[in-house]
């Protein structure tokens, strides 16, 4: 056994720090259900049209491409006494607060202003704050906790809180919006109800989680934006996570912005969305075997299955109608197929880490971990711009009590069969990817790396 394997056998989280772990998840899950309703709020609510809406929300994204860039350089050179990254968890606050601002767009004002405030709070809460905070997120994980073993335990803790706590939301969410949602001011309190308590609770992570700071958990050297892309172009494992993680992204904002008009129109009760909420109840009893499987069959093929087993629940949903029962059992199963990229992301990150040390002798992990974060960004975006397109050029009018065939046709389509294909293709694209084979040998190197350079140094550096 290696001096690794050693060291990660020996290693165990304490429950306080398995709650803070959890505790900014948390809070940003929340926020991205509430978020995930801003086409919704812009097209029912403000009155915008669903082409102006998708183009806005792309446009966010287009600037979070810099914002990435610039987090990367950041996490890599920055440190303060709390650590290397630990300091960017205070980003939740301003998070909640631009949030909250969001939805607080004036509805009597002119189609301009109110284009010009979401496009403004939007980039704030997801093109800065909640980019410092993601883009982070593997860097942290890799630093507060050495052993891929309680690493795959925290995670799936901390799905399993999130997922709990997100069903709450989506079942609470739909009835706010159907009965407060509809008055003047409603969505600020909306926002507020859920922002309060959240910004308070997001600071758990900071509160109760250190950055281990000894020889083996040094700060990576400073790397230069030009270099660090450099080391990236070489990565290929990363831009298949990257890639990923974009297509499960874009599932995910399919599923929650479609299903709102899905329910509104085709279903004919908004309400009742809250009903698929309780999935969030089932779905995180697959996070508890997730550490199982992991060691039974592998990081990625978790991946594999959970895709084929989605594109499944995807494809029957096409036939369920307004049958809800059967929009439950396939909400289930499709939703499970982005579940473990959306949730295990960061395994697969510090293996991409690993990897690019073992093959360039740098340690970029904050260009790494933004790329996931990236992914994310872009795949969102690509979705709410999709959706306010498709729904544009069908003639979707979000002040119309009722809608054409032909609208509710995409509606269907964007929350069944189009997951589906985007399911596939990422079925396609992990065909190739190998690197949870290679790791053992990967990590064998590096230590003997380490090792001879240490006693390289114990010597004198004589040769």
Known sequence: MTKVEKTEKKEKAGFL???????????????????????????????????????????????DGFTDLAAGALINKVRTRFGLVRHYEICIIPLWISTVLLFSAPVAMSI???????????????????????????VYLSRAFSSQVVRS????????????????????????????????????????????????????RFLLVKEIDDTEMKVPEPVKITEGLRVLAGNKYVFMVAVTSLLCQVISTLYSTSGTYYFQYIVGDLSSLGILGMLGLIAPIFMLFFPALLRKIGAINIVRWAAVIGIIGYGVKIFAGTNIPLLLITGLLGSLGALPMSFMVNIYLIDCMTYGEWKTGKRTDGFISVMAQFGN????????????????????????????DAVKNMIIGLYSWIPAIVLVVMLL???????????????????????????????????
């Open 153 to 204: 335990k925290i995670l799936s803790i901390n799905g399993l809180i999130i997922m709990l706590f997100s069903a709450a939301v989506s079942m609470t969410l739909p009835r706010l919006m159907a009965t407060m949602g509809t008055t003047e001011g409603g969505w600020t309190k909306i926002a507020l109800l859920f922002g309060v308590p959240m910004g308070i609770i997001g600071l758990g």
């Open 377 to 404: 960004k872009v795949g969102q975006g690509l979705a709410s711009a999709g959706i306010g397109i498709l729904m544009g050029v069908v003639g979707f009018d979000g002040m119309a009590a009722v809608q054409s």
């Open 112 to 138: 301009t202003v109110k284009a010009v405030w979401v496009f403004l709070f939007y980039s704030l809460a997801n093109a800065v704050f909640a980019t410092m905070l993601n883009s982070s997120d593997a």
């Open 17 to 63: 720090q398995q709650i803070g772990w959890s505790s900014r998840a948390l809070s940003i899950s929340v926020n991205v259900v509430l978020t995930m309703q801003i086409t919704y709020f812009c097209t029912n609510v403000l009155g915008m049209s669903p082409i102006l809406t998708g183009t806005i929300l792309l446009a966010t994204r287009i600037f």
């Open 429 to 463: 694209i992990l065909a190739k990817y190998d690197l949870d084979k290679r790791m053992p040998q990967i990590k064998q190197e590096l230590e003997a790396r380490k090792a001879a350079l240490a006693a390289q140094e114990g010597s004198g550096g004589i040769q």
